[in-house]
């Protein structure tokens, strides 16, 4: 059974930082994506960021870039997501998933997703 088990979200003010972690077991990451994506009350699924278990490339959405870094370690089977400079339009439910990937469409499309670590950054 796969799990996946985020932490590391809070509250901060606009322009604090947080750390998120997820924490994978039961599924090997051998070569495939991890990501995160945020949900927040009344607004789209949004896919933040992932990254590559084969070679560290990365993703990020034009809303979080240059705020945020994934970060993978293959050994722990974590991943990390590092993120500055919050704006309170990035209150949300961060959830992590694997595999992680956007279809020919440009949709977001993941296997499966932990329950996910509440961010509110406050203004």
């Known amino acids: 059974e796969v799990q996946l088990v985020e932490s590391g979200g809070g509250l901060v003010q606009t322009g604090g930082s947080l750390r998120l972690s997820c924490e994978v077991s039961g599924f090997t990451f051998d070569g495939h994506s991890i990501g995160w994506f945020r949900q927040a009350p009344g607004k789209e699924r949004e896919g933040v960021s992932c990254?590559?278990?084969?070679?560290?490339?990365?993703y990020y959405a034009d809303s979080v870039q240059g705020r945020f870094t994934i970060a993978i370690d293959n050994d722990k089977n974590t991943v990390y997501m590092q993120m500055d400079s919050l704006k309170p339009e990035d209150t949300a439910v961060y959830h992590c998933?694997?595999?992680?990937?956007?279809?020919?469409?440009?949709?977001?499309?993941?296997?499966?997703w932990g329950q996910g670590t509440q961010v509110t950054v406050s203004s």
């Open positions: 998933a694997v595999p992680f990937f956007f279809d020919d469409y440009g949709n977001l499309g993941f296997g499966s």
């Open positions: 990254i590559s278990s084969r070679d560290g490339t990365t």
